[in-house]
C-alpha cells in the first residue's frame, strides 16, 4: 500500500509548511498554533472547542485539546479535513476557543509535563511517556 507505519516509540516526523496560510485536502491532518500564548492558573483548567462554524464546513480541530492547571505556552492544534473539498485556512482566523474550568480548589500538581513552555505547532512527544523511555 506504500503506507508509512508510524512506531509510537519513536518520534515522529513532520513536515512545515511555509507562509501564512495552507490548503488542507479532504482527508488530511496537520498541526497548527495559536497566535496566543497560554497561561493557566492553579485553580483554573481549560480546553479547546473547534468553532461552530468551522465546524459545519467540515474542519474538526484538536483531539487532545485539555490545558492542566500550570500549563504555559502557545495550544498546539490538530486539525483535520472531514470536507471532500480542499480547505484553505489562514493565519489569524479565528477557529476554536478556550474554555476555562474554575476548580473547587487550587491544583496541588500543576503541569510540568513535556509540553510546558512549548512554541509554535508542537508535535507528538508521546515516544517520551515513561511506559516507553523508561
Same mark, same amino acid.
Given at each position: 500500500?506504500?503506507l508509512?507505519?508510524q512506531?509510537?516509540?519513536?518520534?515522529?516526523e513532520y513536515e512545515?509548511?511555509?507562509?501564512d496560510e495552507?490548503?488542507?485536502m479532504?482527508g488530511?491532518f496537520?498541526?497548527?498554533t495559536s497566535?496566543?500564548?497560554?497561561?493557566v492558573p492553579?485553580d483554573l483548567a481549560?480546553y479547546?472547542?473547534?468553532?461552530?462554524?468551522i465546524g459545519?464546513?467540515?474542519?474538526?480541530?484538536q483531539?487532545a485539546?485539555y490545558?492542566?492547571p500550570?500549563f504555559?505556552?502557545?495550544?498546539?492544534?490538530?486539525?483535520y479535513?472531514?470536507?471532500?473539498n480542499?480547505l484553505?485556512?489562514?493565519a489569524g482566523?479565528?477557529?476554536? +476557543?478556550?474554555?476555562?474550568?474554575q476548580?473547587?480548589?487550587p491544583?496541588e500538581?500543576?503541569?510540568?509535563?513535556?509540553?510546558?513552555d +512549548?512554541?509554535?505547532?508542537?508535535?507528538?512527544r508521546?515516544? +517520551?511517556?515513561?511506559?516507553?523511555s523508561g
Amino acid at each position: 500500500y506504500g503506507l508509512k507505519v508510524q512506531d509510537l516509540d519513536e518520534e515522529p516526523e513532520y513536515e512545515e509548511i511555509p507562509g501564512d496560510e495552507c490548503v488542507l485536502m479532504p482527508g488530511n491532518f496537520c498541526l497548527a498554533t495559536s497566535v496566543e500564548r497560554i497561561e493557566v492558573p492553579n485553580d483554573l483548567a481549560g480546553y479547546i472547542e473547534g468553532r461552530s462554524s468551522i465546524g459545519r464546513v467540515g474542519l474538526f480541530i484538536q483531539n487532545a485539546g485539555y490545558f492542566d492547571p500550570g500549563f504555559r505556552g502557545q495550544a498546539t492544534l490538530e486539525l483535520y479535513n472531514a470536507s471532500p473539498n480542499p480547505l484553505r485556512i489562514k493565519a489569524g482566523r479565528r477557529i476554536c +476557543q478556550f474554555v476555562f474550568i474554575q476548580l473547587t480548589s487550587p491544583s496541588e500538581n500543576p503541569y510540568h509535563g513535556k509540553y510546558l513552555d +512549548q512554541e509554535g505547532a508542537t508535535g507528538s512527544r508521546i515516544h +517520551q511517556d515513561r511506559e516507553v523511555s523508561g
